[in-house]
């Protein structure tokens, strides 16, 4: 079964914490990607990633970065947490151009609460 | 760009009753476009998907046809069970990306 797996289900961080997410795919994707999902918002891209060491921002990758040193694992990484960082966290992974092959594989989110 | 329109929810419904979830989109090509699913507690799950016009995308007794004239890939259950509770996104693609757009999504709310 493929899978993508995020390290924590629920986190409590205090503000001005440095906080990593990690996630791994077992299905040798090239892309992986990172959301954030809020009420009334939906989805929003923060970071996506085609390759290793190879990264783009999304539409809100202010306060975030991320590293891929490894295909299987791509990490959130929030410098210096703030209490509107409070949120869920969803990544997933994809292999090719999406318009052909298609889907998303998502984990399962990390629900980040900052203090 | 590209955008993916959703009727705003939630949708609350009694069991057996019939679902209708809209989706209009705009986009500069000729996208695919999906439905994916996300159960309480969990990531989004791809539901079904089309790839051209007048495809029609099925499973677990979810529909949605890609109307190309009117833009638009509606997602229908003729008889939603307690257990289809969930938020609904719907999503295109365009060839040669690596990137989808999402709507914000429509929580479907079914009572017994």
């Known amino acids: 079964d493929v899978k993508v797996t995020q390290s924590s289900r629920y986190l409590v961080k205090r503000t001005g914490e440095k906080v990593f997410l990690e996630c791994v795919q077992d299905?040798?994707?090239?892309?992986m990607f990172w959301y954030r999902q809020d009420p009334g918002l939906g989805l929003r891209l923060i970071y996506f990633s085609y390759d290793v060491k190879m990264k783009e921002k999304g539409d809100i990758p202010e306060g975030y970065s991320v590293s891929r040193e490894k295909k299987e694992r791509f990490s959130l990484i929030l410098e210096s947490a703030s209490t509107n960082q409070t949120s869920m966290y969803l990544c997933a992974s994809s292999f090719g151009d999406l318009g052909n092959t298609g889907e998303l594989f998502f984990g399962e989110g990390s629900r980040l609460t900052v203090l | 760009g590209n955008s993916v329109t959703q009727m705003e929810g939630p949708v609350t419904l009694s069991e057996e009753a019939f679902l209708t979830i809209n989706c209009t989109y705009t986009a500069t090509g000729y996208p695919s476009l999906f439905w994916y699913v996300q159960y309480p507690g969990e990531g989004l799950q791809l539901l079904l998907k089309?790839?051209?016009?007048?495809d029609k995308g099925s499973n677990k007794g979810f529909e949605a046809t890609y109307r190309k004239e009117t833009t638009s890939f509606h997602l229908e259950k003729g008889s939603v069970q307690v257990s289809d509770s969930a938020v609904y996104f719907c999503?295109?693609?365009?060839?040669?990306?690596?990137?989808?757009?999402f709507g914000r999504g429509t929580s479907l709310i079914v009572h017994p």
């Open positions: 299905m040798d994707h090239e892309n």
């Open positions: 089309a790839t051209k016009a007048d």
């Open positions: 999503a295109l693609s365009e060839r040669g990306s690596y990137i989808p757009t």
